[in-house]
């Protein structure tokens, strides 16, 4: 027996609307606005062990912005209980799947979803003293488990900041980014994204590892300097219209990736990436210095490509109280128990799962 479910995200479609070209500045090299719509689908089938599954899936993030604009997801299946929810503790919305009795255990979600390449201008930004923070945004200065701001981390922030002689948040997070791009790199042993520990990586000078490590660790020490910044968990998919490395269509189970920003009083959210001027280092074998390199790391500190969606900015998550998955560093991948035992979210065989991809042209698929 299947069922199904619907979701529809109301938003505004002025947030559809590319930036105007006149807020880049005219010598500033930017990532071109460029608008498509894609449909994101997880196709999951657990193992039939076992009296009892349950499934959690991060879906394209609800909080309509200029650059992601999400028109709503859909399911099929034949769960025995099936709902569209939200992250505990955020508005960022996931869905939960769960069979009652053995047997095959299969399930189908789609996210339709806009995004435009996103670019902020920082040539003429100029900060405005004693201007308060918002309410909301202060939190992105507090510490979390996996995200400490005292020690060696708030130790380290302090010195890159002194050897820099930043002042303004601007120039502490801009020395905090290429303190990272210069003195990380991308270690393609690491599982997954990793997990972003960033106080063993600083204590044991290993500043390897993947997105979630080196990107965290902007996001740590950047608080530590006292400038608020988050990360952002989510997925690619689409190709890259500039490095072919940095992008991936069609299969893209493994295709996770996060994306820090920091915040700018009278400005608002910034986008940075420094583990994608890394990774592009490692699978190009060009050195630091190399143009092309020097390009990207210049464009990565104020633009996003949007070939990626975001699914949330959730730390420390714990899916359900009654879930063996139990505390998670961040939830960016499926998630699943099959009679009372966890299954590897790295392991997408084993879990029996596969995320497609596909650009919507008009009403049909771009192929």
């Given at each position: ?106 399930v189908t979600v ?100 993947k997105c979630a ?60 990436d420094p583990s ?92």
């Amino acid at each position: 027996m299947k069922r199904r479910d619907f979701i529809k995200l109301a938003g505004a479609s002025a947030a559809l609307l590319p930036v105007a070209p006149s807020v880049f500045g005219k010598d500033q090299e930017v990532i071109r606005p460029r608008t498509n719509t894609y449909r994101l689908t997880y196709k999951v089938d657990l193992p039939s062990d076992g009296n009892k599954a349950r499934l959690w899936l991060p879906l394209p993030d609800i909080n309509d912005s200029a650059h992601q604009f999400s028109q709503g997801s859909v399911w099929s299946g034949n769960a025995s209980v099936a709902k569209f929810d939200t992250v505990p503790g955020t508005a960022s919305p996931m869905f939960y799947g769960e069979w009652r009795g053995s047997g095959p255990r299969n399930v189908t979600v789609s996210s339709v979803v806009k995004t435009t390449n996103r670019t902020v201008d920082l040539q003429h930004y100029s900060e405005r003293r004693g201007a308060a923070l918002p309410a909301d945004v202060k939190r992105y200065l507090q510490a979390t488990k996996h995200v400490p701001l005292d020690g060696i981390v708030r130790k380290t922030a302090l010195s890159i900041v002194k050897d820099t002689n930043a002042h303004s948040s601007l120039e502490k997070a801009k020395a905090i980014y290429d303190w990272v791009v210069d003195n990380s790199y991308r270690d393609p042993e690491t599982r997954g994204c990793g997990r972003g520990d960033i106080k063993s990586m600083l204590e044991s000078g290993n500043l390897g590892g993947k997105c979630a490590d080196l990107n965290t660790l902007f996001v740590g020490l950047t608080r530590a300097a006292g400038v608020p910044a988050r990360d952002n968990y989510g997925i690619r998919i689409d190709e890259s219209a500039a490095h072919k490395t940095l992008g991936r269509s069609g299969d893209i189970t493994t295709a996770q990736h996060c994306r820090p920003e920091f915040y700018l009083v009278g400005l608002g959210w910034v986008p940075v990436d420094p583990s994608d001027v890394r990774q592009l280092v490692l699978d190009e074998e060009l050195p630091l210095g190399h143009p092309r390199v020097a390009l990207l790391r210049e464009k990565l500190f104020g633009s996003w490509e949007m070939n990626w969606v975001a699914f949330n900015q959730a730390r420390d998550v714990t899916l359900a109280r009654d879930s063996v998955l139990g505390e998670l560093p961040f939830f960016m991948y499926p998630q699943a128990e099959v009679g009372g035992h966890a299954r590897d979210s790295l392991e997408p065989q084993e879990f029996a799962y596969n995320i497609v991809s596909a650009q919507l042209v008009g009403t049909g698929i771009k192929f």
